[in-house]
């Protein structure tokens, strides 16, 4: 009898043992799915029913009509220009974004533009025009890592005529100011109008990941990209 | 049965092959390309800038801005390419004639013969590639230059699509004196000095980054807060249950 209920004893403590691990266990998960920050925010969705694809494949109408087909025009419709100078910093004031040490990035054998590998670090398309040049300077940093908010994690909310600082490598500061913000498909990203020609001005891209996470493929499926020119 | 599903399995392939044909097809035709202009080695050149040219089948729109140019002084400038050239900028290894300057002809290795003529108006044929009353004379040192419609042949289009041409802008004023002059005549057109065509900036047409970036781990995604909520409430089931036996237990024990 006693042995018995000896080993009943034992059962009944492990029982209780794993009741309040896992209710320990249970409880941190449900406060960590509560405490950890809500989903990035999204841009305005009325930007994002923009027909990205149509702008891609077919020829850009603004192109027919601002350029003449048979003379070159004139300089003056030329928007300030800087001499090329590296980023090396990076602050949105609107948005509380202030990073220092933009890392180079370069396309993968695929043609894609690679993300920066550390989280907390944006990174600059080192192939392209710098901040301030002529042409689409693109910074792109990460939305989030695995465990929480990471550079450019308020980028959706980011409104137009926000100040963008890119603080360059000679010591200059290019001050860009945001002309929009947009959500598109990465399935349907329109390359042209992120990357294509400026029509005459320095422009900035920044970018970062939207839309649902795909957990199938461990990335989110849409690009949020800011669109922005040089001021001054 | 076997025949079917061999059938279904054909025709799945050749719908995933058809994206990328289709693709292939469509990159061959269009596409977006940037050049940042540098200065030329060994001609040194303060100057720099960035060609854009976006190809639509067998019509090119380019836009190009350029600084620190000599001023009010004609600069040619063209696409380059060459099947055999290298589809690149010179480098000081290829002065042939050993004067420490690279004049157009040798950087033909690198980049070819002119395919394009960059000129404000007219002809944009290989034919006007020193018709030097008809570009840029960079006021200001500066050019701004935007023209569309540019008629190229589908080699052409297909090169630079492919990023193996290069644009080059032509005019260094090495004695500084304003102007181009010197005795050296240029390898192009005797009439000319060298001053007047050696090339002072270029930069390869590489292909714009192709779609998006890849820039999130889903850290604070919805999903995730979903998964974290389901198995904590799922162990705290489980918790209850487990809890429930033991309060059994205690109660029969007592």
Same mark, same amino acid.
């Given at each position: 009898?006693?042995?018995?209920?000896?080993? *009943?004893?034992?059962?009944?403590?492990?029982?209780?043992?794993?009741?309040?691990?896992? %209710?320990?266990? @249970?409880?941190?998960?449900?406060?960590?799915?509560?405490? &950890?920050?809500?989903?990035?925010?999204?841009?305005? %969705?009325?930007? #994002?029913?923009?027909?990205?694809?149509?702008?891609?494949?077919?020829?850009? !109408?603004? &192109? &027919?009509?601002?350029?003449?087909?048979?003379?070159?025009?004139? *300089?003056?419709?030329?928007? !300030?220009?800087?001499?090329?100078?590296?980023?090396?910093?990076?602050?949105?004031?609107?948005?509380?974004? +202030?990073?220092? @040490?933009?890392?180079?990035?370069?396309?993968?054998?695929?043609?894609?533009?690679? %993300?920066? #590998?550390?989280?907390?670090?944006?990174?600059?398309?080192?192939? @392209?025009?710098?901040?301030?040049? =002529? *042409?689409?300077?693109?910074?792109?940093?990460?939305?989030?890592?695995?465990?929480?908010?990471?550079?450019?994690? +308020?980028? *959706?909310?980011?409104?137009?005529?926000?100040?963008?600082?890119?603080?360059?490598?000679?010591?200059?500061?290019?001050?860009?100011?945001?002309?929009?913000?947009?959500?598109?498909?990465?399935?349907? =990203? !329109?390359?042209?109008?992120?990357? @294509?020609? &400026?029509?005459?001005?320095?422009?900035?891209?920044?970018?970062?990941?939207?839309?649902?996470?795909?957990?199938?493929?461990?990335?989110?499926?849409?690009?949020?990209?800011?669109? %922005?020119?040089?001021?001054? | 049965?076997?025949?079917?599903?061999?059938?279904?399995?054909?025709?799945?392939?050749?719908?995933?092959?058809?994206?990328?044909?289709?693709?292939?097809?469509?990159?061959?035709?269009?596409?977006?390309?940037?050049?940042?202009?540098?200065?030329?080695?060994?001609?040194?050149?303060?100057?720099?800038?960035?060609?854009?040219?976006?190809?639509?089948?067998?019509?090119?729109?380019?836009?190009?801005?350029?600084?620190?140019?000599?001023?009010?002084?004609?600069?040619?400038?063209?696409?380059?390419?060459?099947?055999?050239?290298?589809?690149?900028?010179?480098?000081?290894?290829?002065?042939?004639?050993?004067?420490?300057?690279?004049?157009?002809?040798?950087?033909?290795?690198?980049?070819?013969?002119?395919?394009?003529?960059?000129?404000?108006?007219?002809?944009?044929?290989?034919?006007?590639?020193?018709?030097?009353?008809?570009?840029?004379?960079?006021?200001?040192?500066?050019?701004?230059?935007?023209?569309?419609?540019?008629?190229?042949?589908?080699?052409?289009?297909?090169?630079?699509?492919?990023?193996?041409?290069?644009?080059?802008?032509?005019?260094?004023?090495?004695?500084?004196?304003?102007?181009?002059?010197?005795?050296?005549?240029?390898?192009?057109?005797?009439?000319?000095?060298?001053?007047?065509?050696?090339?002072?900036?270029? $930069?390869?047409?590489?292909?714009?980054?192709?779609?998006?970036?890849?820039?999130?781990?889903?850290?604070?995604?919805?999903?995730?807060?979903?998964?974290?909520?389901?198995?904590?409430?799922?162990?705290?089931?489980?918790?209850?249950?487990? $809890?429930?036996?033991?309060?059994?237990?205690?109660?029969?024990?007592?």
């Amino acid at each position: 009898m006693l042995p018995i209920r000896r080993s *009943g004893d034992h059962r009944g403590h492990l029982v209780m043992v794993v009741t309040v691990l896992l %209710a320990l266990a @249970g409880c941190a998960l449900v406060l960590r799915a509560f405490t &950890t920050p809500g989903e990035p925010p999204q841009p305005n %969705a009325a930007e #994002t029913s923009a027909p990205a694809h149509a702008s891609e494949t077919a020829p850009d !109408p603004s &192109t &027919t009509t601002h350029l003449k087909p048979t003379a070159a025009k004139g *300089g003056s419709s030329f928007g !300030p220009i800087l001499q090329p100078s590296p980023p090396v910093a990076l602050a949105i004031p609107s948005i509380g974004v +202030r990073t220092r @040490g933009i890392v180079d990035l370069h396309l993968d054998p695929h043609g894609k533009l690679e %993300a920066p #590998t550390n989280f907390d670090r944006a990174g600059w398309y080192a192939d @392209g025009p710098t901040p301030g040049e =002529f *042409g689409p300077a693109v910074i792109g940093a990460h939305v989030d890592s695995k465990s929480g908010p990471a550079v450019f994690y +308020r980028l *959706g909310s980011l409104q137009k005529g926000a100040a963008v600082d890119v603080t360059r490598k000679d010591g200059s500061t290019a001050r860009f100011v945001i002309d929009r913000v947009a959500r598109y498909s990465k399935k349907d =990203f !329109p390359t042209a109008a992120v990357y @294509g020609d &400026t029509k005459g001005r320095a422009e900035l891209r920044l970018i970062t990941c939207g839309g649902a996470f795909d957990r199938a493929s461990g990335h989110y499926v849409d690009n949020i990209v800011a669109f %922005a020119h040089l001021t001054g | 049965m076997r025949t079917t599903s061999k059938m279904a399995g054909i025709a799945l392939g050749t719908a995933a092959l058809v994206p990328f044909m289709g693709a292939g097809i469509a990159q061959a035709a269009d596409g977006g390309t940037m050049a940042t202009l540098r200065p030329v080695a060994l001609n040194g050149v303060q100057a720099n800038g960035t060609a854009m040219v976006t190809v639509h089948g067998n019509r090119v729109d380019v836009t190009m801005a350029a600084s620190g140019l000599l001023p009010d002084n004609p600069h040619a400038a063209h696409i380059h390419f060459g099947a055999e050239a290298r589809h690149e900028c010179p480098r000081a290894g290829d002065d042939a004639n050993g004067d420490n300057h690279l004049n157009t002809t040798e950087g033909g290795p690198a980049y070819g013969d002119i395919v394009v003529s960059l000129t404000k108006t007219g002809d944009t044929s290989p034919k006007s590639g020193l018709a030097v009353d008809r570009f840029d004379t960079a006021p200001g040192g500066k050019i701004n230059y935007e023209r569309g419609s540019i008629n190229v042949s589908d080699a052409v289009a297909q090169a630079i699509v492919d990023g193996k041409s290069v644009v080059v802008v032509h005019g260094v004023d090495y004695n500084k004196n304003g102007k181009y002059d010197g005795s050296t005549k240029s390898d192009l057109d005797p009439k000319l000095p060298t001053e007047a065509t050696d090339p002072a900036l270029c $930069g390869v047409l590489a292909a714009a980054p192709a779609g998006g970036m890849d820039t999130g781990a889903g850290g604070t995604s919805g999903s995730q807060d979903d998964q974290l909520m389901l198995l904590g409430g799922g162990l705290l089931l489980a918790a209850v249950g487990t $809890g429930t036996v033991a309060a059994r237990k205690v109660r029969n024990r007592g």
